[in-house]
């Protein structure tokens, strides 16, 4: 979650997203914890889902309402691109750069389509992760690192990405054992 300590408003932390892309399918996942300092707020949240007709994975980290209106642009985007989730993640960047009240949105994605999958940060970038992997929000280090850990001893993408999860919420307090998943074939 992106946490601006000179904002006024609670501190909200208390999200893990992974996604991990096999030969076969792509497999995203998200804890379930939304936390306010010390307090667990929620345990269940859904931050993954499916976009685009359901073609496309998509999850976040980050404030939620803000979230919602990144998903709500970028399928705006994809309806203009349709299959296109590279163009439509740039185009979304480029607003999101130059719009003044998009700029002061608080969230990432992590979006994945059968060939495809991208983090758009929240500076507005679009990045290609260099490894079948890649994670965000407070658990996102852990998760990444043991599904790196994991990646040439497990081939199937939702059972790598369930082991790494549950590593990451050993080990992260913002992080539950609460997964929501979503599976694309590829």
């Not at 379930?32 to 976009?51: C, E, H, Y």
């Not at 700029?103 to 490894?131: H, N, R, S, W």
């Not at 199937?156 to 080990?171: G, V």
Request: overall charge negative; proline content about 3%; charged content about 25%.
């Amino acid at each position: 979650m992106i946490n601006d300590k000179s904002s006024p408003g609670p501190n909200w932390h208390g999200t893990t997203i992974l996604a991990v892309r096999t030969d076969k399918h792509v497999a995203m996942l998200s804890d379930g914890q939304v936390s306010m300092g010390q307090t667990v707020m929620k345990g269940n949240a859904r931050k993954v889902r499916r976009i685009g007709g359901g073609n496309i994975l998509g999850g976040f980290a980050g404030a939620t309402a803000d979230a919602f209106t990144l998903f709500e642009r970028l399928e705006q985007k994809l309806e203009r691109f349709p299959g296109q989730l590279q163009r439509a993640a740039v185009e979304l960047a480029k607003e999101w750069r130059t719009e003044r009240h998009l700029q002061k949105l608080e969230a990432m994605l992590i979006v994945a389509d059968k060939d495809t999958t991208l983090v758009i940060t929240g500076a507005g970038d679009v990045l290609e992760p260099e490894y079948p992997v890649v994670a965000v929000g407070s658990g996102g280090n852990y998760a990444l690192s043991a599904a790196r850990a994991l990646i040439d001893y497990e081939k199937d993408a939702e059972t790598l990405a369930r082991k790494a999860m549950e590593i990451a919420a050993d080990i992260c307090v913002y992080t539950n054992a609460h997964f929501t998943v979503e599976v694309l074939d590829v």
